[in-house]
């Protein structure tokens, strides 16, 4: 006499069955979909067209247009610049006058607005992507007093020195053109940044724009100013004369890549 | 008043504009200079390679873009990554760096000029051969502000902007670093935009392999019409490892067998290879066609098996609990095969009375309980 299969044999075999029937079904019906995704990784051909260019128009090339040295000037309590300020150990609040900053893709400089598409080429060659951030060379602004014989502000004094910390940092304030940098596929940075003892020297993100979505005439802007408070109460190793502070070095780097996994390392989680 | 509102705006606007000032430019750019002393001087991609105890070059072009004379400092950094973000490194320099010079360095370029600048890899004798990716770092140098007597400058901030070039920077044989790559073989699949061949190439040098090419298509039987050229371009295979480029085929190209000629083009190394192939835009062959059919009766036979059994055992249970509820239709059974089954299974009937619980849950069951006489009603129409 036959013995039973066990109770769970059929409920396995149903399920093996199906899998099976499943898998068998699929490679003859979708074969060849199926031996697609076992492939190794490769590159996909991409169409070019050629032709006789009558006019050849400038390699496409990452612009910036920064400012060369931010000014803080002394101003009152509305915002107006204060032209004959004298230090008398109060405390002062010294602002950047705003500026246009202009991130993009052209072959030419100096442009407010973005250019036509066609104004500059690739060459055939892969677009190129950027990672632009900036960091600081120090937490202080060393304050320098005037040599009375050369007239220049070359007299170092520590005791005018000013520290950036968190009572007192340097403000950084950067309003981007949203619709214009996001509908360009940029990506954006902190737009309110206090740079300070513990933080000046990271690399602060500014704009990025992935190799990906780089064409000819990607365009990004932002207006920027600075801020900083002279504390109250410095004591000056010289007196009745003029100071002026120089501050940290701030370093503007632009990384080119035509790989978009280095551009998302560089940019960042 | 509307007239009062619009010269406040106007008055207004003006103020705003006055306060904003534009950024001054800031521009410089770089070019390879390309050559044909190695195949990969005839790329614009900046890569310098020197022999150990030999000495090599690259030049560029550096443009002033600006209306003031630029003094770019040149330098080469490696990079780092911190909490998963990698960034230029300044700390630590390239390990080129101690055997790369710079013809001149900081550059001088005049204000809207261009400057050639060579650089230059010199190794010593037994160098350890190695490769990496650095970046060139072209920076400008921070300006002295112009300190008026009127104090109007207080407090500044220096700007430096700096661009970093990736550059590779090998140090070992030329020909470990020369154009060196195999046409592998051809495939044929249908990708979403249709039947297209994977034309499979081995790089076995050290450098990244741009190519470029073609395949033609000539029926292997009758010879005539050549099909083609099926053009691809910008593609890049790894340094040693094997990549296909997907190159899509027209409906002229059917199922079977073709003369393919392809040809592959890198750094102006041409190489040619002629393939017969049976071409199939389905990767199942007939062998796996019938193995996975008989896999498929099979699975349906296992299915059939199963489906049997799982039911077999589905009225095994509803017999088993069939005591408590039978009592209401204990003469009713029309079927024939419950009414063989009942004699059978009658220890369970028997066992009921003795088991207090089940008696007690007879009740809980309301549901079958009400079937019951609608089946007796059924039965007795």
Request: one cysteine or more.
């Amino acid at each position: 006499m036959l013995k039973s299969p066990p109770r769970w044999l059929p409920k396995i075999s149903l399920v093996l069955g199906l899998l099976f029937a499943s898998f068998s079904m699929q490679s003859l019906i979708f074969g060849s979909a199926l031996a697609e995704s076992q492939q190794q990784d490769g590159e996909s051909s991409r169409e070019s067209d050629s032709g006789a260019e009558v006019e050849v128009p400038p390699w496409c090339n990452w612009v910036l247009n920064l400012v060369d040295n931010i000014n803080l000037e002394p101003v009152d309590a509305e915002g107006n610049v204060i032209g004959d300020f004298i230090y008398d150990g109060s405390q002062q609040r010294v602002t950047s006058t705003i500026s246009l900053e202009t991130y993009y893709l052209s072959g030419r400089e100096g442009l407010t607005e973005r250019a036509l598409a066609t104004k500059c080429s690739w060459f055939q060659t892969d677009p190129v992507g950027a990672v632009i951030n900036f960091t600081l060379s120090k937490g202080v602004f060393e304050a320098f007093g005037r040599d009375v014989v050369s007239g220049e502000l070359t007299v170092r004094d520590t005791g005018m020195d000013i520290a950036l910390d968190s009572d007192n940092p340097l403000q950084l304030t950067r309003t981007f053109n949203q619709g214009q940098c996001q509908g360009d596929d940029f990506q954006l940075g902190a737009e309110e940044i206090d740079l300070k003892g513990d933080n000046y020297d990271s690399d602060f993100p500014l704009v990025g724009l992935s190799p990906e979505y780089a064409r000819t005439n990607n365009f990004c802007s932002a207006n920027v100013r600075y801020s900083l408070v002279i504390p109250a109460n410095l004591t000056p190793e010289i007196s009745n004369t003029l100071y002026a502070w120089r501050g940290p070095t701030i370093t503007f780097t632009s990384i080119l890549t035509t790989d978009p996994a280095t551009y998302a390392g560089f940019w960042g989680p | 008043m509307g007239r009062r509102l619009w010269i406040v705006f106007w008055v207004a606007a003006f103020v705003a504009l006055g306060n904003l000032h534009y950024a001054s430019a800031n521009d410089f750019n770089l070019r390879v200079v390309t050559d044909d002393r190695h195949d990969w001087t005839k790329s614009a991609t900046l890569k310098v390679i020197a022999e150990p105890g030999g000495e090599d070059y690259r030049e560029v072009i550096l443009t002033n873009g600006t209306n003031k004379v630029l003094a770019l400092n040149l330098d080469l950094a490696n990079t780092k990554t911190t909490d998963g973000k990698t960034s230029i490194d300044d700390d630590n320099d390239a390990i080129s760096a101690q055997f790369m010079t710079f013809s001149e360095n900081p550059v001088v370029i005049p204000a809207g000029s261009v400057k050639k600048v060579r650089l230059i890899v010199k190794t010593p004798v037994g160098t350890t051969p190695f490769s990496e990716t650095p970046y060139l770092l072209l920076s400008t140098q921070p300006k002295k502000p112009q300190i008026t007597q009127d104090g109007k400058i207080r407090a500044y901030l220096p700007v430096v902007n700096r661009v970093a070039f990736p550059i590779f920077v090998g140090v070992g044989k030329y020909s470990d670093f020369a154009t060196n790559f195999e046409i592998d073989d051809v495939q044929f699949y249908v990708s979403p935009q249709g039947n297209a061949a994977k034309l499979w190439i081995q790089n076995n040098g050290r450098l990244d392999l741009p190519i470029k090419g073609l395949l033609k298509f000539q029926d292997a039987a009758f010879a005539g019409q050549v099909f083609g050229p099926y053009k691809f371009d910008n593609a890049k295979v790894l340094p040693q490892s094997r990549a296909f480029v997907s190159i899509p085929l027209p409906s002229d190209i059917t199922e079977t067998t073709w003369r393919i000629f392809a040809e592959v083009d890198s750094n102006d190394v041409v190489k040619t290879k002629i393939f017969v192939k049976d071409v199939s835009f389905s990767s199942v062959s007939i062998l796996e066609r019938v193995i996975f059919g008989l896999i498929f009766v099979l699975s349906l036979v296992v299915l059939y098996w199963s489906y049997r059994q799982l039911r077999r055992g589905k009225n095994r249970n509803s017999d088993n609990q069939a005591p408590d509820l039978s009592t209401e239709v204990i003469d009713a059974p029309a079927k024939k095969a419950p009414a063989k089954k009942a004699p059978a299974k009658k220890a369970p009937a028997k066992k009921a009375p003795a088991k207090k619980a089940p008696a007690k849950k007879a009740p809980a069951k309301k549901a079958p309980a009400k079937k019951a006489p609608a089946k007796g009603r059924k039965r007795n129409a």
